[in-house]
């Protein structure tokens, strides 16, 4: 077991590593094969959800960020387009919703790692 989720970790090839799990699943492995690749198959799932969550978190920071810096634009009197400015807040707004949903969805437990909200 131990060989296969090195294996993965260095090629990052998921797909294929669960088709080779799957197979051995089918092939008659015994209770305590079958157990660790579900116990390995439910680590690999929580990894990918907390990689979602980490995307959907920077996308957020992102468009947050882009906001208030064409806020800034604004209030230094520097000519800025009022429709980039509603634009840039439904990109801020979609993301933080996008976020909110996923953990929403997660039951987002404990894992609320860099989710300050910034003004």
């Known amino acids: 077991m131990l060989a296969i989720e090195e294996h993965e970790l260095a090629h990052q090839a998921r797909p294929a590593v669960l088709e080779k799990l799957r197979y ?10 079958v157990d660790a690749l579900r116990e390995y198959e439910r680590k690999g799932r929580a990894r990918e959800t907390a990689n979602e969550l980490d995307a959907l978190t920077q996308e957020a920071r992102y468009h947050r960020e882009r906001l208030e810096l064409y806020r800034a634009k604004l ?3 520097r000519a800025v387009s009022e429709t980039k400015l509603r634009e840039l807040e439904r990109s801020a707004e ?18 609320g790692s860099q989710s300050g909200t910034a003004g």
């Open 24 to 33: 051995a699943r089918q092939g008659g492995a015994d209770a305590e094969v």
């Open 75 to 77: 209030y230094g009197g």
């Open 94 to 111: 979609g993301a933080e919703a996008r976020l909110r949903r996923a953990r929403d969805a997660g039951g987002d437990a404990g894992s």
